[in-house]
């Protein structure tokens, strides 16, 4: 199965992004967290393209895409989701699910408000949309949404280095071992990039207006009812699995299944995590 690799001018800057399978099949959207990009489904789209199609965007200030500068561009969650939604809408895309994970759910999520018509199904891997999710591992993040002094600030560029960036896929795993390096060493090259830590910066302050976003995201989830997936890796140092759970509140069709595994379920649970997807999507919208 081939992967095209393309990208698109949205606004006056280029989007990257891959896409395989056949267009006639059922569309989903995956939509990456930090501090990845489209390169964490690479294994993934392999495995769902010979009965999807299957489209993986990078955000701008993200993996391949155009990094506008902070002058050029307000990096809000909220400028992301409209940015994919441009994307979407530029694709031609009609109906899609959305696969969410870290802050592909906040940007997901306002596609789903915003056009509840196009979703078909949400898939969630340590995507969170409730309170019950955050851990106290935010506590640092929480001190900058209060105050965002520069000694608040300085505990959180420790995010952004390479240990730590390494440390967020092997925490949780079963044989961090056979978590392959190439994963946190790609994703570090994005943040190393001129101007790039002002940007997570940016993102990490702004993540608190997700959270007033929660009410938005569970009444969709009341009134418009998508069947769900929820597939969590249990081991999350950021998403406890009381926010994969937390789902059953306000879904009626929802799977929730807790993987013995850290923040990136794909790197060690691939071939669950597709057979899951598969399954569950196979029952509720594959139409061939």
């Known amino acids: 199965m081939y992967v095209n690799y393309s990208t698109i001018n949205i606004n006056g800057y280029n989007l990257f992004y891959r896409e395989a399978g ?55 969650f909220e400028n992301l989701a409209n940015v994919i939604i441009d994307f979407v809408d530029k694709l031609k895309l009609e109906k899609y699910s959305i696969y969410v994970h870290d802050y592909g759910a906040p940007i997901g999520f306002r596609l789903a408000v915003k056009y509840p018509d196009r979703i078909e199904a949400i898939i969630s891997q340590n995507g969170n949309a409730y309170e019950e999710g955050i851990l106290p591992s935010w506590a640092p993040f929480r001190a ?112 929730v299944h807790l993987l013995n595994t850290g923040h990136f379920p794909l790197e060690e649970h691939l071939e669950v995590s597709s057979f899951l997807i598969k399954e569950f999507l196979d029952k509720r919208i594959n139409r061939h």
Request: no cysteine.
């Open 22 to 76: 056949n267009k006639d099949n059922p569309t989903i959207l995956l939509l990456h967290g930090f501090p990845s990009s489209s390169h964490m489904f690479r294994n993934l789209i392999h495995k769902l393209a010979d009965r999807y199609h299957v489209i993986a965007p990078d955000y701008f200030g993200f993996g391949y895409s155009d990094q506008p500068s902070m002058s050029e561009f307000e990096y809000t």
């Open 144 to 255: 900058v949404w209060k105050d965002p002094s520069e000694e608040n600030k300085n505990n959180l560029y420790s995010l952004l280095q390479a240990d730590y960036t390494k440390f967020q896929y092997v925490n949780g795993t079963r044989n961090p071992d056979q978590i392959n390096p190439d994963s946190w060493n790609m994703d570090q090259i994005g943040l190393d990039r001129e101007g790039n830590r002002e940007i997570q910066m940016a993102l990490f302050y702004d993540y608190r207006n997700n959270l007033k976003e929660f009410p938005k995201w569970q009444e969709f989830f009341r009134t418009y009812q998508p069947p769900a997936l929820i597939a969590w890796g249990k081991n999350d140092m950021f998403y406890g699995h009381d926010g994969a759970l937390a789902y059953q509140k306000d879904l009626e069709d929802v799977e």
